[in-house]
Nanobody
Framework: VQLQACGGGLVQAGGSLRLSCEAS????????MGWFRQGPGKEREFVAT????????SYADSVKGRCTISRDNAKSTVYLQMNSLKPEDTAVYYC?????????????????WGQGTQVTVSS
């Protein structure tokens, strides 16, 4: 499975971005999908995950209420809509896929990772 993320960029605090991640080479609808991020000098951290059907999602407390993860299985694509962005959201954002239909916040539960897309939020 190959994952291609895009949609990052430079945005002012309070702004919005929509990240996309297209998968190829696997049965997308059978995978858990997640977004993680790694800020400057920080460990990689969980952002959001979505179950195979898209009917259930889970978020890190730091983004809850500001971010929405969704998926389009017909397009093999997962999205992360980020609103009310803060400077502390600055990070490289990675999408990930795991061979299970259940979502997960644990990085080791994911088998495939995208290359990352940079999100920079200016104050």
């Amino acid at each position: 499975v190959q994952l291609q993320a895009c949609g990052g960029g430079l945005v002012q605090a309070g702004g919005s971005l929509r990240l996309s991640c297209e998968a190829s080479g696997g049965t997308f609808s059978m995978y858990r999908m997640g977004w993680f991020r790694q800020g400057p000098g920080k460990e990689r951290e969980f952002v959001a995950t979505i179950w195979w059907s898209g009917g259930r999602t889970s978020y890190a407390d730091s983004v809850k209420g500001r971010c929405t993860i969704s998926r389009d299985n017909a397009k093999s694509t997962v999205y992360l809509q980020m609103n009310s962005l803060k400077p502390e959201d600055t990070a490289v954002y990675y999408c990930a896929a795991g061979r299970s239909t259940w979502g997960s916040s644990i990085a080791s539960d994911y088998d495939y990772w995208g290359q990352g897309t940079q999100v920079t939020v200016s104050s």
